[in-house]
């Protein structure tokens, strides 16, 4: 549902309000997914400590929150922290990017309820340390009465795993009902109709992403061709659009500009984007089978 709210492209910078008059504002997508990639390659390019680079990463989340605050994007979703990190990073990097979060959180909230932005988690994040659920917890109740866009942040995140976590917990439903019912699962699915209501709106509502729509477009910084674990469930549909800008050099304005690419798109969702019908269609012409004398040309 697009946002009610009155816009504040006043706030915009002069550069920003470029490319935000090139937009048609009823086409803003609902849901903005981003994988934040370069930190440490941003580092390295200025002979600079990887932990430099994160820490203007996330200089750059508050920017770009901002901006699409100031355009009513109801979602946006960061890639913040996979699950991959957690298990393949240096436990020193791990633990300043956990010490990074807070201070983030802690450092930022008051500006999230100025730009009415409401915080939200996904992933594994009971796994992280509790100090920083805590902290965590405490900027999502510090800013749950906000009615603007929902930053939501996937830490400890993979797809993968949000998929099993899924399964799981439809498997744990049957078998809680089945008890309270005092039957076996095998029988309460065969009330339900059997293993075919499962079906995708089954799992869609046991993914984490379950109260917010699917992304319209995936931004991918740094250049790199690939989907990293991230949402492969929800983007099944999603425009992608990758930048060759390291994510510390990636603000507001360049957020605009990947929403002008996807407006310049035709999402068909696997149909037409004309009218069209079977009854125009000739009837096909099987191909001529080749003949000696045609092999021979």
Same mark, same amino acid.
């Given at each position: 549902m697009p946002l009610t709210q009155p816009l504040r492209i006043h706030e915009l910078s002069p550069e920003e309000l470029e490319v935000y008059?090139? *937009?048609?504002?009823?086409?803003?997508?609902?849901?903005?997914?981003?994988?934040?990639?370069?930190?440490?390659?941003?580092?390295?390019?200025?002979?600079?400590?990887?932990?430099?680079?994160?820490?203007?990463?996330?200089?750059?989340?508050?920017?770009?929150?901002?901006?699409?605050?100031?355009?009513?994007?109801?979602?946006?979703? *960061?890639?913040?922290?996979s699950l991959e990190n957690n298990l393949k990073r240096p436990k020193a990097e791990v633990s300043f990017l956990m010490k990074l979060l807070k201070n983030y959180l802690v450092g930022n909230v008051k500006r999230m309820n100025d730009n009415n932005v409401r915080m939200a988690y996904i992933g594994r994040t009971h796994e992280l340390p509790e100090e920083v659920q805590e902290t965590m917890q405490w900027a999502q109740a510090e800013t749950a009465k906000n009615t603007g866009t929902t930053l939501t942040l996937a830490l400890n995140y993979g797809s993968r795993a949000e998929i099993v976590d899924a399964t799981r917990s439809i498997l744990r439903d049957l078998m809680e009902e089945a008890h309270r019912r005092g039957c076996s699962v095998e029988d309460l699915l065969s009330v339900q109709g059997g293993v075919e209501s499962i079906d995708e709106e089954t799992l869609a509502h046991h993914m984490y992403t379950r109260n917010m729509p699917d992304p319209d477009l995936l931004i991918r910084t740094s250049g790199e061709m690939r989907i990293s674990n991230y949402l492969l469930w929800?983007?099944?549909?999603?425009?992608?659009?990758?930048?060759?800008?390291?994510?510390?050099?990636? *603000?507001?304005?360049h957020l605009l500009e990947g929403i002008a690419a996807f407006q310049q798109r035709s999402r068909r969702f696997g149909g037409l984007d004309t009218e069209f019908t079977d009854e125009s269609l000739p009837d096909p012409q099987m191909p001529q089978a080749a003949t000696p004398e045609m092999v021979s040309r």
């Amino acid at each position: 549902m697009p946002l009610t709210q009155p816009l504040r492209i006043h706030e915009l910078s002069p550069e920003e309000l470029e490319v935000y008059r090139t *937009l048609d504002p009823a086409r803003i997508p609902e849901h903005v997914a981003i994988i934040m990639d370069g930190n440490g390659r941003w580092a390295g390019k200025r002979a600079m400590k990887r932990f430099l680079g994160h820490q203007q990463g996330a200089e750059s989340v508050q920017f770009v929150v901002e901006t699409a605050s100031r355009i009513n994007l109801p979602f946006l979703t *960061l890639y913040a922290f996979s699950l991959e990190n957690n298990l393949k990073r240096p436990k020193a990097e791990v633990s300043f990017l956990m010490k990074l979060l807070k201070n983030y959180l802690v450092g930022n909230v008051k500006r999230m309820n100025d730009n009415n932005v409401r915080m939200a988690y996904i992933g594994r994040t009971h796994e992280l340390p509790e100090e920083v659920q805590e902290t965590m917890q405490w900027a999502q109740a510090e800013t749950a009465k906000n009615t603007g866009t929902t930053l939501t942040l996937a830490l400890n995140y993979g797809s993968r795993a949000e998929i099993v976590d899924a399964t799981r917990s439809i498997l744990r439903d049957l078998m809680e009902e089945a008890h309270r019912r005092g039957c076996s699962v095998e029988d309460l699915l065969s009330v339900q109709g059997g293993v075919e209501s499962i079906d995708e709106e089954t799992l869609a509502h046991h993914m984490y992403t379950r109260n917010m729509p699917d992304p319209d477009l995936l931004i991918r910084t740094s250049g790199e061709m690939r989907i990293s674990n991230y949402l492969l469930w929800q983007i099944a549909y999603s425009e992608l659009f990758v930048t060759e800008r390291l994510w510390p050099d990636f *603000l507001g304005v360049h957020l605009l500009e990947g929403i002008a690419a996807f407006q310049q798109r035709s999402r068909r969702f696997g149909g037409l984007d004309t009218e069209f019908t079977d009854e125009s269609l000739p009837d096909p012409q099987m191909p001529q089978a080749a003949t000696p004398e045609m092999v021979s040309r």
